[in-house]
């Protein structure tokens, strides 16, 4: 079995900085792209950032150049470094991977999700 563990959430001012984390653990063969959501109340799901199992990352456009994604692979974990936070980043971000297990195929496994919220 395989989960996805985050932390970091939190309450911050605006222009201040956070730094999510999320963990695969479990019965893994291989990670594929990891990456971050984020919903906020009465929004869509909006993808906010993800990165390759080399190395390449993505990012939405509202958030190029504050928030930075990174990853270790041999620890299977990835991050999202926030700064520059603005309140319009509160939401719910939620972690994801796509991870072939020993013992099946790929598939999307999900972290439980870590609030953000941004305000003065």
């Known amino acids: 079995q395989v989960q996805l563990l985050e932390s970091g959430g939190g309450l911050v001012q605006p222009g201040g900085s956070l730094t999510l984390s999320c963990e695969a653990s479990?019965?893994?063969?291989?990670?594929?792209?990891m990456g971050w959501y984020r919903q906020a109340p009465g929004k869509e799901r909006e993808l906010v950032a993800t990165?390759?199992?080399?190395?390449?990352?993505n990012y939405v456009d509202s958030v190029k150049g504050r928030f930075t994604i990174s990853r270790d692979s041999q620890k299977n974990l990835v991050e999202l470094q926030m700064n520059t936070l603005q309140i319009e980043d509160t939401a719910v971000y939620y972690c994801?991977?796509?991870?072939?297990?020993?013992?099946?195929?790929?598939?999307?496994?999900w972290g439980q999700g870590t609030q953000v919220t941004v305000s003065s």
């Open positions: 994801y991977a796509n991870i072939r297990g020993t013992y099946g195929p790929d598939r999307r496994y």
């Open positions: 990165v390759s199992s080399g190395g390449r990352t």
């Open positions: 479990g019965s893994i063969f291989s990670v594929n792209i």
